[in-house]
């Protein structure tokens, strides 16, 4: 029985280390999804972004070394909670739902706003109301998955990347698209066939924050805060958004 407690004890203790290991060594791990143009997308094979850019230039101030690990939306927290990565950088809404599994950061950037959007031949849709027993597309995994599952009748179709939403509304898949309405203003701009017909509050009051496992990182985390305060006073953070037409 002692060695079955003192092997039970060293388990916990080596996963409680391997838990700290990234801080302790200056190396993270970072989950994306890069799939939510303006925050997280590719262009030319390459991250970009308002997170990854700000990461970026957090990771300089303090020292830390990153790692970027591309996993889908709806991964993320089961990769972080199961030591797959060491942190999510993926504009993740600070929900009351998540926090039970993890910490987050201040918060980077207020979005509360949901865009419902329609191919421009469409002229039945022009409430929440009309989208009853239609076909929404949104993205596996965010706020607006439950939302659309919650109108009566939709039948919803959640993707990993919020791109074949978009694309199935432009031929007709489906009949709207519903997500963050920063994200969607992008599509919009480069798909004048689709327009937007619906905008309300998303009911979170929460905005995009960073996330780290709960209980497990407080060091960084501070280190985080830290930095976010020092980049909106000396005008870094207003520079990157504006990098990607935000504010």
């Not at 830390?64 to 990565?85: H, Q, R, S």
């Not at 939709?154 to 031929?171: G, N, P, R, W």
């Not at 905008?199 to 780290?212: H, M, N, P, Q, R």
Request: glycine share 6%; hydrophobic share 40%.
């Amino acid at each position: 029985m002692k060695k079955i407690l003192a092997l039970i004890a060293f388990v916990g203790l080596f996963v409680s280390a391997c838990s700290e290991r990234a801080e302790t060594n200056g190396e993270l791990r970072v989950g994306t999804s890069p799939d939510y143009k303006p925050f997280n997308y590719k262009e030319d094979a390459k991250l970009t972004g308002v997170d990854t850019d700000l990461l970026n230039e957090i990771a300089k101030r303090e020292g830390i070394t990153l790692n970027w690990v591309e996993i889908n939306y709806d991964g993320l927290i089961p990769a972080l909670k199961t030591g797959k990565i060491d942190m999510i950088a993926s504009a993740m809404s600070a929900t009351d739902e998540r926090r039970q599994s993890v910490d987050f950061s201040d918060v980077y950037y207020e979005s509360t706003k949901n865009l419902y959007i329609k191919h421009k031949d469409n002229a039945d849709l022009n409430s929440r109301e009309d989208l009853e027993g239609k076909a929404l597309g949104v993205q596996l995994g965010s706020l607006q998955e439950p939302l659309a599952n919650s109108i009566k009748d939709a039948k919803v179709q959640a993707s990993e990347d919020l791109a074949v939403a978009v694309l199935a509304l432009k031929s007709k898949k489906i009949d709207a698209v519903i997500a963050g309405k920063e994200v969607l203003v992008g599509f919009l701009m480069e798909n004048p066939d689709l327009v937007a017909f619906l905008e309300e509050d998303d009911g979170t009051d929460s905005g995009f924050s960073f996330a780290v496992d709960k209980g497990k990182q407080a060091e960084l985390l501070n280190k985080i805060n830290k930095s976010l305060k020092e980049l909106k006073e000396d005008g870094t953070f207003d520079k990157i958004i504006s990098k990607y037409g935000l504010n």
